[in-house]
C-alpha cells in the first residue's frame, strides 16, 4: 500500500513530529511510504526516504529536496517542463499546532486528499483541553475537577492545593508545572502563559493510577490495543513522553481485572463514536477509586502509539482501507438558470 507521511508543521512539537515519522518508517516496512515534510514555514518537501534522520532536518538539508503544492487530489511536485502528482493517502503525523488543531484536516479535505487522522470538528474538542472538558460532560464522560485561568485574567484558585498547571492546547508536558503550595503558582503561570494564552488548573493526585489505551475503527468496528500503565515519576514529563515518542517495541500488557479493561474500553468508545472516524487516537485515563476518569485524548499520539498494538502495520493497512468519505454537494446553477430565465436574460 502506497501511503505518504506528513509530518513537521509550525508548532512547538516539530521536532517530535520528525522523531515520529523516523520512527515509523521502520515499522511500516511493507508499505511503499513516501515522505512530505512541512517546514516551520509551511512550505512542502518531498523527502528521500534514504534521508529521513534527524540531521536531514537540523542542518537545512531537506531544503535541497523537491518542493510541492497542494491540489485537487494530491501534492504536486513541479518539474522544469511537467508535474509529478503523488496522490496517495496521507497518514497526517504533525503533532500539536497544524496538525492537531483542524488546520491540516481542512486543507485535505479542501483538496479532497484522503487522509489518516482526525477530522476537524474531532481537532477541535481534542487539541483544547477546555473542550475536551466540554466534550466528556456532553457525554456522561468522569474528568478530574478544573479551573480555566487566562493571561489577562487572574483570579484567585479555589482548588486545593496541590495543582498541576498546563497550557490548554499544548502537548507532551510542554508547560506543565506541578504547584504545591500558592506561593510557587506565579512562576509555573508565567512558564505556561509562555506557550499558551489560556491554561487549565487540574487537582495533583500523587501516585494515580494512569492507564493508556488506543483504538481505531474500520468497517464499523473499534479495534483495542492493549492497555499500558505508564512508567512514571512524579508525572509524566516532557522528557519521558519524548522518548516515548521514539519506542517501537511493543510494550507489557497492565495486569489489571477484566472489569477494568471493560470500563476503560467503554469510556474509550464513548470518546471516539461520531467524532474520531478516520484516526488512530489514544486515551490516557486516571482510576480513582474504581472510577475512570479520562485526563487526555492523544488525537495523533506520538509515533501513533505504534509499541501498543501486536500488529501496528496491519492496523494501519485496515485503517486506511476504511476512512470516512467528505460528501460535496454537487453544484448545479439551477436556481442562477431560473433567475436569469424569468428575466429574460
Do not use: W
Not at 37 to 53: A, G, R, V
Not at 63 to 83: D, W
Not at 161 to 167: D, E, G, H, N, S
Amino acid at each position: 500500500m502506497k501511503l505518504n507521511i506528513l509530518f513537521g508543521g509550525a508548532s512547538f512539537e516539530h521536532e517530535i513530529s520528525i522523531v515520529s515519522a523516523i520512527t515509523l518508517k521502520g515499522k511500516l516496512t511493507g508499505f511503499d511510504l513516501g515522505f512530505i515534510f512541512c517546514d516551520q514555514d509551511h512550505t512542502f518537501y518531498l523527502i528521500d526516504p534514504s534521508k529521513m534522520k534527524a540531521r536531514t532536518f537540523s542542518k537545512g538539508e531537506h531544503k535541497k529536496m523537491p518542493k510541492l503544492q497542494l491540489s485537487k487530489g494530491g501534492f504536486v511536485q513541479k518539474t522544469l517542463f511537467s508535474s509529478i502528482k503523488h496522490s496517495a493517502k496521507i497518514l497526517n503525523l504533525i503533532h500539536g499546532a497544524d496538525g492537531e488543531d483542524g488546520t491540516m484536516a481542512a486543507l485535505l479535505e479542501f483538496f479532497s486528499l484522503k487522509y489518516i487522522g482526525p477530522r476537524m470538528d474531532a481537532s477541535v474538542f481534542s487539541y483544547d483541553k477546555r473542550y475536551t472538558k466540554y466534550l466528556c460532560d456532553a457525554k456522561k464522560i468522569k474528568t478530574l475537577q478544573y479551573e480555566v485561568l487566562t493571561s489577562n485574567e487572574h483570579k484567585n484558585l479555589t482548588i486545593p492545593y496541590p495543582v498541576i498547571i498546563k497550557p490548554a492546547r499544548l502537548g507532551s508536558s510542554i508547560g506543565v508545572s506541578i504547584v504545591k503550595e500558592e506561593s510557587e503558582l506565579d512562576y509555573a503561570l508565567d512558564v505556561a502563559f509562555e506557550f499558551d494564552s489560556a491554561v487549565i488548573a487540574e487537582p495533583f493526585i500523587s501516585g494515580v493510577k494512569e492507564y493508556n489505551l488506543a483504538g481505531f475503527m474500520a468497517k464499523d468496528k473499534i479495534y483495542f490495543s492493549i492497555i499500558e500503565e505508564p512508567q512514571k515519576n512524579e508525572f509524566l514529563d516532557f522528557e519521558k513522553k519524548y522518548m516515548d515518542f521514539s519506542r517501537s517495541e511493543q510494550v507489557l500488557k497492565a495486569t489489571i481485572t477484566d472489569k477494568l479493561v471493560a470500563k476503560l474500553k467503554t469510556n474509550f468508545e464513548k470518546v471516539y463514536k461520531g467524532l474520531f472516524e478516520g484516526s488512530l487516537i489514544r486515551c490516557d485515563f486516571f482510576v480513582i477509586d474504581n472510577e475512570v476518569y479520562l485526563n487526555e485524548i492523544n488525537p495523533i499520539p506520538g509515533s501513533m502509539a505504534n509499541y501498543l498494538f501486536e500488529d501496528f502495520a496491519s492496523s494501519i493497512e485496515m485503517l486506511a482501507s476504511s476512512l470516512p468519505h467528505a460528501k460535496r454537494p454537487q453544484v448545479s446553477y439551477e436556481y442562477i438558470h431560473s433567475i436569469s430565465k424569468a428575466k429574460g436574460k
